[in-house]
């Protein structure tokens, strides 16, 4: 799962990014000049098994969305 800030004005772009800082994100310096476009911050897997197994893939991605660290991002 990644979690990616996409094109914004880049005021709030650079806002946003300053926000994702002191909530303790890790952020590149590249990804805060006006050229950028897109900035992943989050990025967890789990294995998968059986990619063609749906109710594994399913459980996967719910797995991942319902993580800690990724519900500690969406507060």
């Known amino acids: 799962m990644n979690a990616e800030i996409g094109p ?3 005021i709030s772009r650079l ?4 926000q994702l800082e002191m909530a ?7 990804s805060k000049l006006e050229k ?7 990025t967890q897997k789990m294995d998968v098994n059986k ?3 749906i109710n594994e893939l ?11 660290e990724f519900s500690l991002l969406r507060q």
Do not use: C, P
């Open 51 to 53: 990619w063609d197994d």
């Open 58 to 68: 399913t459980q996967a991605m719910v797995d991942l969305y319902n993580g800690h």
């Open 36 to 42: 950028a476009r897109y900035t992943r911050f989050y």
């Open 8 to 10: 914004l004005e880049y």
């Open 24 to 30: 303790g994100l890790s952020i590149k310096e590249s």
């Open 15 to 18: 806002n946003l990014l300053e």
